[in-house]
């Protein structure tokens, strides 16, 4: 059963590789009603596209919330960079 | 120190006070580490100085951010590289822990329903804790890949284009960070 599952629909492996391929793009016709129908029978494949967009959800909001934190950093850095910044340029030889 | 010298350095200098903070921030919201865009800048300010014969246009911005664009990319291919050697051996063994040979799951790694934990994820600290365990637990490269995906505005073709790689590769990079995410997660945090 689990040899004619596989040339007839995709393998799990495949199947788990369409849904992080479908996050970054966009999927054929073909590709679509292969992962469709998988999903539909493979209980654990269902629960990785599930489990796979949380994460998604979960790891865009925690890296942006990261950056945005990163990101409103005070004047005093910036200013202290900027000196390091025209530092760098005045040890530069001209050539 | 001729006059010429010093009238570049005063150029330098004004643009580095009207453009370095922008420059920092994209080059920022690209790497999201601060001493990498620091560095970037920083290149991108010597490159102009070195080059600035070269430098014939009205608008210094445009051109200074086509110095780091071009610098930002070397910086992701440089870094994708050095690592693509290890992840590229790794790859068959990296399939046998989730995969049989006929490509089912493994039993032992058959994800499980998470179902009851979903809402209170992302306010959990301790969630976050066991999240960023299993972050650092990637291979940089992989997370590389994870991070421009979810931090960039550009989409897929674009990332691939950044980091001079195919499609193909991006999406399996995606793939194999993200099953072994979900099975640090499984492990450490919902069947802990």
């Known amino acids: ?95 | 120190m001729n006059d010429q010298t010093t009238d570049k350095r005063k150029l330098l200098n004004s643009w580095i006070v009207e453009h370095a903070s922008q420059l920092h921030a994209w080059a920022f919201r690209r790497t999201s580490n601060q001493n990498i865009a620091e560095d970037l800048v920083q290149d991108t300010f010597v490159a102009a100085f070195h080059a600035l014969n070269s430098f014939e246009g009205k608008n210094p911005k445009a051109w200074l951010f086509s110095i780091l664009k071009h610098k930002i990319m070397d910086y992701f291919r440089q870094k994708y590289k050095m690592q693509y050697v290890d992840a590229g051996n790794q790859q068959d063994d990296y399939l046998g822990q989730f995969f049989n040979k006929d490509q089912s799951w493994n039993e032992a790694q058959k994800p499980g329903d998470w179902l009851a934990h979903e809402e209170e994820l992302l306010d959990n600290e301790q969630f976050r804790k066991v999240l960023y365990f299993c972050m650092e637990q990637l291979p940089e490269q992989w997370s590389v890949a994870m991070k421009l995906k979810y931090l960039q505005e550009r989409k897929g073709p674009a990332i691939c284009e950044d980091l001079g790689i195919s499609q193909a590769n991006f999406w399996q990079i995606l793939h194999r960070a993200k099953m072994q995410l979900r099975a640090c997660l499984d492990k450490n945090w919902f069947e802990a």
């Open chain 1, 1 to 95: 059963m689990k040899k004619i599952m596989n040339t007839l629909m995709l393998s799990c492996y495949k199947a788990t590789e369409l849904i992080e391929k479908k996050s970054v793009f966009i999927l054929s016709p073909v590709e679509k009603a292969q992962l469709y129908l998988h999903t539909r029978v493979c209980d654990a494949c269902r629960n990785y596209q599930k489990q796979s967009k949380l994460l998604d959800e979960v790891l865009e909001q925690e890296l942006k919330a990261l950056h945005e934190e990163n990101i409103s950093e005070d004047q005093n850095t910036e200013n202290q960079r900027i000196d390091r910044l025209k530092g760098k340029l005045d040890s530069e030889k001209f050539s």
